[in-house]
Structure formats: structure tokens, C-alpha cells
């Protein structure tokens, strides 16, 4: 791994890189709120009436996994490559879970950063990293088809195939199968569970990026 040095203990690194999410995350949150309407500019505006719940959930889901990092890699080029990879998943999931979108703008970013960050075996051998790419968007693609072919219904969109090869270019082709299984059995289980309290229609669309971004988190300190 790539490494610059650990400069403080792991509370304090935590403590540093979780402030920093917490001061970048209002930026995050109306760029959140900004992009999706760029590309749809008949999307609703965001509710205002719960606008400081929403800013406060918003720092929290930047804050903790940037602590987190800060934890396991400290105020190392990993640590803040790790929370760069954190902040750009809390904000695709949050934008996806609200308006079903993953922005091109993001997800390429975070592919080619994942690629750039690797060059150095930071957390994964370049040659992985790349295979990860080409393997993550494949492997969907040829989903997606085998399902269009089926059902005459589009079961993935474009920026599902994008992110699981962005989780590639960071984390290497071995962890795809470990990402897809996690997000894959949580979004069962929650899909179940919202069955079961609300009643809510499981013909709804599902939006996936939230599974796949958390499963993504998770896998960067599973496998290292």
C-alpha cells in the first residue's frame, strides 16, 4: 500500500478526518441536492420543511465512515484517498436513495480516481484495479440484457453499471463478488421489511446505489 505515514494516533486521526467530512459535508449536501436537478429539471425541490434533519443526517452519513477511515488508515495518503472514496459513496447514495439518479459526473470521478489511486497498489495491484473496472460494468451489463431479454423491462440503470465499476477500480475484480452478494442481501432484506410494515407495492423501482455504496464501504476495511 501506497502510504505517506501515520502522523497522529487512530482516535485522533479519526477525530481530524471526521471533522473535515463534517466541515465539507454542506457542500456535499447542496451539490447533492443541485446535480440531480441539472439533469432533470423536472425533478421536485428538495423538502424545505425538513431541511435541518436532512443537513444533519447528511453530515452524519459523511462524518462516521470518514472517522472511520481516519481510524483504520490515519492522516495517510490511504486515509484521505479512503475518505474521498467515503464522501463521493455518502453523496451517490444519497442522491440515488432520493431521485434515483447516479450522476455520470460522479461516478466516472470516482472511477478514474479509483484507477489514479492505485497507481501505487493503495488498495489494490493496478492490473486489478482495471480488470475490477471492465468486470464491474460487465457483469451488470450482462444482467441487465439477460433480464431486458426476458421480461421486456429494464431491471439496472446505466449508473449501477458505472458505480460497480468505480467499486472495482478501488477495491480490485476479487471484491466485486463480495460487494454485489452485500448489497444484494441487504437490499432483499429491506425491500422485506418495508414490505412488511407499510405494505408498500414490491413492483416498486428499486434504487440500488445506497446497497451497492454501503456494501463498497464496508468491503474497503473487510479486506484490509
Known amino acids: 500500500m501506497w502510504a505517506l505515514g501515520t502522523f497522529a494516533s487512530p482516535w485522533a486521526s479519526a477525530l481530524a478526518l471526521g471533522l473535515l467530512a463534517t466541515v465539507l459535508s454542506p457542500f456535499l449536501a447542496w451539490w447533492a441536492d443541485w446535480l440531480p436537478r441539472q439533469i432533470d429539471p423536472e425533478l421536485p425541490p428538495p423538502a424545505k420543511l425538513s431541511s435541518l434533519s436532512r443537513r ?24 484521505l484517498a479512503a475518505t474521498t472514496f467515503a464522501l463521493l459513496l455518502a453523496t451517490l447514495a444519497w442522491i440515488d436513495a432520493h431521485t434515483g439518479l447516479l450522476p455520470d459526473h460522479l461516478t466516472l470521478a470516482l472511477l478514474w480516481l479509483g484507477l489514479l489511486v492505485n497507481l501505487n497498489h493503495t488498495f489494490a495491484m493496478l492490473p486489478d484495479a482495471v ?13 441487465y440484457q439477460a433480464f431486458l431479454l ?7 440503470g446505466y449508473g449501477d453499471f458505472k458505480l460497480l465499476a468505480a467499486l472495482g477500480a478501488w477495491l480490485g475484480w476479487a471484491a466485486l463478488p463480495n460487494i454485489v452478494l452485500f448489497a444484494s442481501v441487504s437490499a432483499l432484506l ?6 412488511w410494515r407499510s405494505g408498500t407495492d414490491m413492483g416498486l ?3 440500488y446505489g445506497p446497497y451497492l455504496a454501503a456494501a463498497g464501504a464496508f468491503q474497503l476495511f473487510w479486506q484490509f
Not at 459523511?62 to 472517522?67: D, E, G, I, K, V
Request: aromatic content about 16%; hydrophobic content about 55%; glycine content about 14%.
Open 56 to 79: 444533519l443526517c447528511f453530515a452524519l452519513l459523511c462524518a462516521l465512515p470518514a472517522a472511520a477511515c481516519g481510524w483504520r488508515y490515519g492522516l495517510s495518503f490511504a486515509g
Open 131 to 143: 480488470i475490477g473496472a471492465a468486470c464491474g460494468y460487465l457483469f451488470f451489463w450482462l444482467i
Open 150 to 156: 426476458c421480461t421486456g423491462r429494464e431491471g439496472l
Open 190 to 195: 429491506i425491500t422485506l421489511l418495508r414490505r
Open 205 to 207: 423501482a428499486l434504487h
